[in-house]
């Protein structure tokens, strides 16, 4: 496979007090949301101050792309780890990411921290934003590259078809009102790689 980029990961914050914040803030932004959380109640529950909080990162905005950092490495990681597991290519090796996402997301109580955090800071200035469109962008490019493999036609477009099936997925699983949303998701991908 081409390789793709995985999203630097962000474990290494300097101090264990850098280390419980980000901890703390990624739990707390994802439990409850960027804008639910204050830097009081993040530094409160990290056991440090606002002023640790602020010397180690510079602000919320800064804490926010870094727990977006960390879950897209983790999830980029995840991903193509699954990939490795089915290493021809294929329609099956394609399929699998979306197996990949139901696992994930079995485990994700609020669905994908992205949609969320979009729905969040989307139409502003937010730092936050291009993290958020890199990740989005990153999983087109993944479908574009395992459909290139499988030798499909007109793999940038069955790519980002196949993107829109699993963006779809996420979206409506997010919202919590489809909880087969995945496998509908990965059944539509399938007819779309038998025709294409």
Known sequence: MTALP???TVDDVTTPAGARLLD???RLFYERGIRGVGVELIAEEAGTTKKTLYDRFGSKDGLVVL???RRAAHWQRRALAHLAEHPEPGPERILSVFDALEGWLDRQERGCAFVNAYAEVGGTDHPALPLIRAEKAWMRELF???AEEA???GSDRLGAQLHLL???AVVALTAGDEP??????????ERLLRTD
């Open 24 to 26: 703390t803030a990624s």
């Open 67 to 69: 727990y977006l950092r």
């Open 180 to 189: 087969d949303a995945v496998r509908h998701a990965r059944a539509a991908a």
């Open 151 to 153: 030798g499909c036609p």
């Open 6 to 8: 995985v999203a630097t």
């Open 166 to 168: 699993y963006e779809g």
């Open 144 to 146: 574009t590259v395992l």
